[in-house]
């Protein structure tokens, strides 16, 4: 097509829709007194209301370049349903990250054992929801559940997401009840194998990245989110340096723009590295989409196409359109094919 380069499209391997209404609560306090708010406003979420909000969200998602979404849902199994239907209605291709949760977080979130939560996941899947399974978090999944949940997703041969080391109390808590830290635990507890994502790894320790290497699993990196919540700086040097994989999910919504997140990955890699041109282009491009995709088990999901009228790329070299693309242009400047 004259005037337009198209790309395999972004995939947001990392989402929670709801927490899109929290994008203009900036008052003080750390990630814990966001995370009070945000379980607020997990505890109105009806399934109308996931149906209808989440529409809107995943519209916003798409015409910003995202073809597919992995949704990590933890609002109950009637919302599951409904965040399916509003993808499907949207048109963007979903798969939803079910969510098992045994403690702490607030009622509505929790299941009460990990055989009931494994039989949602059993209808949601009969039913021909595209799903992976995900341990909330080392906080949430005592180790028995994690071993459950390991053990079904290999056994099934699904993608198992988890969130890891975001903040350095959640690793302070493991280490008081385990002995062990959280990817640590991961790995003892059979959640740590090649269709694993670990959400953040922000301050995974050498060692735990060693054994992300060695089990061959990622890390989705959410860089908005991560500055929006103050939890760090992902490892980016010492994440590549071991050949983990990388992709990218816009998390808590507070921006929804895939070329935003990738800059800010490679910026993150500058700052770190004191240079330029540390991540390739192609290379960040490739974990926007195809690298998001294998995060999630999906073989297809649509293109984009990139505007190269706009004023964001008008008069750039033909050669260094891909560049321009990523470091100087919002998501405007993007359509899905
Ligand atoms: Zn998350």
Redesign the pocket.
């Known amino acids: 097509m004259a005037g337009r380069l198209t790309l395999p499209g972004f995939v947001n391997a ?1 989402s ?1 829709a709801f927490q899109r209404a929290l994008r203009g609560r900036v008052d003080g306090g750390d990630f814990w007194a966001w995370r009070d708010a945000m379980l607020d406003v997990a505890r109105g979420q009806s399934p109308e209301r996931v149906r209808k909000d989440y529409v809107a969200v995943y519209r916003e998602m798409l015409a910003a370049g995202f073809t597919a979404v992995g949704e ?1 849902h933890y609002l109950g199994l009637d919302q599951a349903y409904a965040a399916s239907e509003a993808a499907a209605e949207a048109g963007i291709r979903f798969v939803l990250l079910h969510v098992a949760y045994a403690r702490g977080g607030i009622d509505e979130l929790r299941q009460p054992t990990v055989d009931a939560y494994l039989q949602e996941v059993g209808a949601l899947r009969h039913d021909g929801v595209a799903v992976g399974v995900a341990p909330h978090s080392v906080r949430a999944c005592p180790p028995d559940w994690l071993e459950a949940v390991g053990a079904y997703a290999a056994e099934h041969e699904l993608p198992l997401h988890v ?1 890891a080391c975001e903040q350095l109390r959640e690793i302070d808590e493991c280490l008081a009840e385990h002995g062990l830290r959280p990817i640590e635990l991961l790995a003892r507890t059979g959640c740590l194998g090649p269709r694993t994502t670990v ?1 953040h790894a922000t301050h995974a320790s050498d060692a735990e990245l060693d054994l992300l290497a060695d089990r061959r699993a990622r890390i989705c990196v ?1 860089p908005t989110t991560e500055a929006s919540l103050g939890d760090g700086f992902v490892p980016v040097d010492r994440i590549r340096a071991r050949g983990i994989r990388l992709c990218v999910g816009s ?2 919504n507070v921006r929804i723009d895939p070329l935003e997140e990738l800059r800010e990955l490679e910026g993150i890699a500058r700052r770190l590295e004191l240079r330029r041109g540390v991540i390739d282009v192609d290379e960040l491009l490739r974990i926007g989409s195809v690298e998001g995709a294998a995060a999630l088990g999906l073989d297809a999901w649509g293109d984009v196409t990139a505007d190269l009228e706009h004023p964001s790329l008008a008069g750039v070299e033909p050669d260094e359109a891909r560049a321009a693309l990523v470091f100087g242009c919002g998501a405007e400047v993007l359509t899905p094919v």
């Open positions: 990392h929670h990590f969130h959400i959410c998390d808590s």
